[in-house]
DNA sequence: CGCTTGACCTACG
DNA sequence: ACGTAGGCCAAGC
């Protein structure tokens, strides 16, 4: 198997965890790192999502992936370099019925104990999460030794 | 062909 | 609660 392959085997599997996630729902990168078997890359999930916008030709691309449920750990939206791909994503995220609040710096947060999607019970995915009441269907189904 | 940056996260001080 | 450090891999220069 060549480390090329496990590259794009990478990018699949992180676009099929990226499409998993329902409508009106957020994750984060390490989400998805760890739902890919790589809970210690979550900078490639991001590197993924960004060749994957300038992939329009490729079977992924944004109609293909939802790549603005996918935000960071902090329940902000990475700003990239510039707030215009933020922004984007923000209101790609309010048309998807994601509240997004707007801090004085320009700053993207979204609620997690609204519009989190977290399969499986992850730990301190957040800080100030106390009770977060079941409310979506959840899955299991793989094999964890 | 090698160094630097980056849509990040977790842990430690 | 915030700042710093370490890790990890791919794309860009």
Redesign the pocket.
């Known amino acids: 198997m060549a480390?090329s392959d496990?590259?794009a085997a990478?990018f699949l599997a992180v676009y099929s965890a990226v499409r998993e996630i329902p409508p009106g729902k957020v994750t984060?990168?390490?989400h998805i790192?760890k739902l890919v078997g790589t809970?210690?890359?979550?900078?490639?999930?991001?590197?993924c999502?960004?060749?994957?916008?300038q992939d329009p030709d490729s079977r992924h691309n944004h109609d293909n992936v939802p790549?603005?449920r996918?935000?960071?750990?902090?329940g902000l939206i990475?700003?990239?370099?510039q707030p215009s791909?933020a922004r984007n994503?923000a209101a790609a995220l309010e048309a998807e019925g994601v509240e997004v609040s707007t801090g004085s710096l320009g700053e993207l947060s979204v609620d997690f104990s609204q519009y989190g999607w977290f399969p499986r019970s992850l730990?301190s995915?957040a800080?100030?999460f106390d009770d977060v009441d079941d409310e979506e269907d959840e899955d299991e189904d793989e094999d964890e030794p």
Do not use: C, M
């Open positions: 480390r496990e590259a990478f984060t990168y390490g790192a809970p210690q890359r979550p900078r490639q999930v991001g590197v999502l960004k060749h994957l916008s790549w603005q996918v935000i960071n750990s902090k990475s700003p990239r370099s791909g994503q730990p995915e800080d100030e």
